[in-house]
């Protein structure tokens, strides 16, 4: 058997006291479009810091193509392609420019240097913009501009880190298009981050993390189907007293998630008369719908996946903890922002 492409395993992070990361595993396999979701603070950013060299985890390894990111920093280097949040592209210049200058960063050259920039361009379906400065393209084409300079140098792994941040909802989806598209042509094996489900509905598989814990791991489907049955949702002006009702009349177990009642049922259809015969006046709507992702994050933490509130009560960005201390002189310094 030959190693997966990419390997986490019992991943801790701590800034100080605070633990980012707590004893994450997965693996992703060569091929796959693999999604990492969670919601804001979750740790994703800092695990994506991690695979990509740039931060060195404080317990358990990661390994990307049988490489470890810390003994073998420059070696991962190599293998991976990064896309963070912030544009790293410069401006000024085309995107046949950007691509030209990555190549020159990663030692390549002459003829098989522009065949790669022209395969990337073809790729990438820059409807004849690879001549134009970036400043005058859209967002989603800059972003695919993106993409393309990740992979220049075909690595093993693309790692990105919320890529449709500040796109519009067209955008967002013309570039997990693309994702798609170059896993079907090329093969490429992506780790993606992202906080929003429709995002995660799109990957092979997905890693659900929450407060530094991957709480899930499967493909979007296999996930949802863990969740036997409907989820139905009850909005009453005393939830909490209309959930422990529920609970005592029926068994079942009832959570308040955002102010409305949330319960499994198998069939919710069936079960909507018998709970308003059982409630009068206490139910103002009743919900009956399949398991969503956001679902299984409710039943993996009993929590909303985006809470309103300031979650554990964490102080904004404690004191900032360095960082891999040294400017490392590889390229994948200059993908950074
Ligand atoms: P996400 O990308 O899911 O939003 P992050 O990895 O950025 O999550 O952050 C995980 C947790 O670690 C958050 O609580 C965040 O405030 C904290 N954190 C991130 N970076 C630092 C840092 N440099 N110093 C201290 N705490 C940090």
């Excluded at 193509?65 to 401006?91: M, T």
């Excluded at 519009?168 to 780790?191: F, I, K, Q, V, Y």
């Excluded at 993996?300 to 903890?321: D, N, Q, S």
Aim: hydrophobic share 40%; with cysteine; glycine share 12%.
């Amino acid at each position: 058997m030959s190693a997966p492409t990419l390997a986490v395993d019992r991943l801790t992070h701590r800034y100080g006291e605070w633990i980012a990361l707590d004893g994450v595993s997965f693996e992703v396999e060569a091929g796959e479009l693999f999604g990492l979701l969670g919601p804001n603070g979750s740790g994703k950013t800092t695990l994506v810091k991690v695979l990509a060299t740039l931060l060195h985890p404080t317990g358990g390894s990661a390994a990307i193509a049988g490489r470890d990111v810390v003994r073998d920093r420059g070696e991962v280097r190599r293998r991976i392609g990064v896309v963070f949040q912030q544009p790293g592209l410069d401006l000024q210049l085309t995107p046949r420019e950007n691509l030209r200058h990555q190549g020159h960063l990663y030692g390549m050259r002459g003829e098989e240097l522009s065949a790669r920039i022209e395969l990337q361009l073809e790729r990438m379906g820059t409807a004849g913009r690879a001549d134009d400065r970036v400043k005058t393209l859209s967002g989603g084409l800059r972003r695919r501009v993106e993409l393309a300079k990740g992979l220049l140098h075909d690595p093993a792994v693309l790692l990105l880190d919320e890529p449709t941040v500040g796109l519009d909802p067209g955008g967002r989806r013309e570039l997990w298009d693309h994702l798609a598209d170059l896993r079907a042509d090329s093969g490429a094996t992506s780790l993606v981050a992202t906080h929003l489900m429709e995002e995660a509905e799109r990957c092979d598989r997905i890693g659900i993390l929450d407060r530094g814990r991957l709480v899930a791991l499967g493909s979007p489907d296999e996930l949802k189907r863990a969740i036997r049955g409907d989820v139905v949702a009850l909005d009453s002006a005393d939830p909490r007293g209309l959930a422990a009702a529920v609970e005592d009349r029926f068994g079942l177990e009832a959570v308040v998630v955002d102010g409305a009642v949330r319960l499994e049922i198998e069939d919710g259809a069936a079960f909507v008369p018998r709970l308003a015969e059982a409630f009068p006046g206490r139910i103002d709507s009743i919900t009956v719908g399949k398991p969503t992702l956001e679902d299984v994050f409710v039943h993996e933490t009993g929590r909303p996946f985006e809470e309103r509130t300031a979650g554990r009560g964490r102080p904004e960005r404690e004191p900032e903890v360095e960082e891999e201390p040294g400017a490392p002189a590889t390229p994948v310094e200059g993908l950074l922002p």
